[in-house]
């Protein structure tokens, strides 16, 4: 079984920078992509950013030239660097891992979440 584990998450102050950690273990047929979603209270989950195996990657116009996506396969570790954050990025952020299975069926998973709150 395909498991997340986010870390990273905090308090910081606004114009702060935090950077979050998503180890995966498990045993994977074939990555599709990986990514991150965030959470605030009341709102849906909105995606943050998604980088797929082709190396492409889509960020939400909200953290363009603020955050980063990047992954180290050696650590099976995918990351977020977010910079300049504001009192609106507070959320839960949770990563999520797209795969395809044995019997070619997509499955998505996720993490169980790490809290930013940015303090204005």
């Known amino acids: 079984q395909v498991q997340l584990v986010e870390s990273g998450g905090g308090l910081v102050q606004a114009g702060g920078s935090l950077r979050l950690s998503c180890v995966v273990s498990?045993?994977?047929?074939?990555?599709?992509?990986m990514g991150w979603y965030r959470q605030a209270p009341g709102k849906q989950r909105e995606l943050v950013v998604v980088?797929?195996?082709?190396?492409?990657?889509n960020y939400a116009d909200s953290v363009k030239g603020r955050f980063t996506i990047s992954r180290d396969n050696a650590k099976n570790t995918v990351y977020l660097e977010m910079n300049s954050l504001k009192p609106e990025d507070t959320a839960a952020y949770y990563c999520?891992?797209?795969?395809?299975?044995?019997?070619?069926?997509?499955?998505?998973?996720w993490g169980q979440g790490t809290q930013v709150t940015v303090s204005s």
């Open positions: 498990g045993s994977i047929f074939r990555l599709n992509a």
């Open positions: 980088l797929t195996t082709a190396g492409s990657t």
């Open positions: 999520n891992l797209e795969v395809v299975n044995r019997s070619g069926l997509r499955v998505t998973f």
